[in-house]
């Protein structure tokens, strides 16, 4: 479940993905939240939350499923990301304001992709 939920969630976040594929996406995403447990909590001042319930794989996967709800009605699944180093493509959270994080570690994989491109124009040179 773990797996399909990682997939769905790598094409959602995949910006050249085209409609048909999100929207598949999309449906195993439900299928997986459909069977996830998860608890809806109400609060005094009439907020919600969902949250995970059971435990071992299936607490991971309702934690997983709760953030992507919070995420999808707060309007920032838009700020999930792959991490633009091609043999990585990690999944994250951009948290810049500018909304132009490349990847998902500078230390890794932002470094590496430098590395790459100043010995590419050096070779050039």
């Not at 050249?16 to 001042?45: H, Q, Y």
């Not at 949250?51 to 499923?65: C, R």
Request: net charge positive; charged share 30%; with cysteine.
């Amino acid at each position: 479940r773990l797996r399909r939920l990682r997939d769905a969630m790598t094409e959602l976040a995949d910006r050249e993905s085209d409609d048909r594929g999100r929207n598949r996406a999309w449906n195993r995403v439900d299928d997986i939240a459909s069977a996830a447990p998860t608890l809806v909590r109400f609060t005094p001042d009439g907020a919600t939350t969902i949250v995970p319930a059971g435990a071992g794989i299936d607490a991971v996967s309702g934690s997983l499923v709760a953030d992507l709800h919070t995420l999808v009605q707060k309007g920032q699944f838009t700020r999930v990301r792959l991490c633009a180093n091609e043999p990585c493509s990690h999944a994250f959270y951009d948290t810049t304001r500018s909304r132009t994080q490349r990847w998902h570690s500078y230390a890794v994989c932002g470094n590496r992709s430098n590395v790459a491109a100043h010995r590419r124009r050096a070779d050039r040179s």
